[in-house]
């Protein structure tokens, strides 16, 4: 799968608000990909360059290690994406990992794009106007993940990681995607990204 040199966030910016509205007036930016590839952090590199578009993101709900990786969907639906369908405000409460609880309420106003990040984001059932697929070597993404949540969680990263290929191999996620990004590295302005081949591999 060949490379292209580099991409810029704000060109992925104006090429989202070019896209009709998916969800409501929102155009629905699902940033998918395996854990410690870098979703959070692009997402809050795009954001950025959209001016401050609202980021819902699946550490925002509660989804045990040994959990389904699409847990926090139904949630998501129902607190946010339903409103923002019909043109209101949504309301979340995001959880805080670190607390063991649910922060205080906030307004997610309706937005020309809304991104919407984490593992399974962009599934079939997903009202995404565009796909964006992030990866990098598993041995990256493992020492990303550990120094982030700490060695003690290393047997959960590995069962949890294998939850999340099941999940998707059968949804076809990868292939799904509008957009391909190298995840070993970006900077808040730009990223590489890769063209699909014969066959979209």
């Given at each position: 799968m060949?490379?292209v040199?580099?991409?810029?966030?704000?060109?992925?910016?104006?090429?989202?608000?070019?896209?009709?509205?998916?969800?409501?007036?929102?155009?629905?930016?699902?940033?998918?990909?395996?854990?410690?590839a870098?979703?959070?952090?692009?997402?809050?590199?795009?954001?950025?360059?959209?001016l401050?578009?609202?980021?819902?993101?699946?550490?925002?709900?509660?989804?045990?290690?040994?959990?389904?990786?699409l847990?926090?969907?139904?949630?998501?639906?129902?607190?946010?994406?339903?409103?923002?369908?019909?043109?209101?405000?949504?309301?979340?409460?995001?959880?805080?990992?670190?607390?063991?609880?649910?922060?205080?309420?906030?307004?997610?106003?309706?937005?020309?794009?809304?991104?919407?990040?984490?593992?399974?984001?962009a599934?079939?059932?997903?009202p995404?106007?565009?796909?964006?697929?992030?990866?990098?070597?598993?041995?990256?993404?493992?020492?990303?993940?550990?120094?982030?949540?700490?060695?003690?969680?290393?047997?959960?990263?590995?069962?949890?990681?294998?939850?999340?290929?099941?999940?998707?191999?059968?949804?076809?996620?990868?292939?799904?995607?509008?957009?391909?990004?190298?995840?070993?590295?970006?900077?808040?302005?730009?990223?590489?990204?890769?063209?699909?081949?014969?066959?979209?591999?």
């Open positions: 060949p490379c040199p580099t991409l810029t966030h704000p060109a992925l910016a104006a090429r989202l608000l070019t896209l009709p509205p998916s969800c409501g007036p929102a155009r629905l930016a699902a940033v998918d990909g395996p854990s410690g870098g979703k959070s952090t692009f997402a809050g590199y795009l954001a950025a360059v959209l401050g578009a609202p980021v819902i993101r699946s550490d925002d709900f509660r989804v045990p290690w040994d959990a389904d990786p847990t926090w969907w139904r949630p998501l639906e129902e607190t946010v994406l339903a409103p923002l369908r019909e043109g209101r405000p949504a309301l979340l409460r995001r959880y805080d990992w670190h607390r063991d609880r649910y922060g205080p309420e906030e307004e997610v106003p309706p937005a020309p794009v809304l991104i919407v990040e984490g593992v399974g984001a599934w079939a059932g997903s995404a106007a565009f796909r964006i697929w992030i990866d990098a070597p598993r041995e990256l993404r493992r020492a990303r993940a550990l120094d982030r949540d700490g060695p003690g969680y290393a047997a959960a990263w590995d069962a949890w990681s294998a939850r999340e290929a099941d999940l998707f191999s059968a949804d076809g996620t990868k292939a799904r995607a509008d957009l391909l990004v190298d995840g070993t590295g970006f900077t808040p302005h730009r990223f590489r990204a890769y063209v699909r081949g014969p066959g979209g591999a």
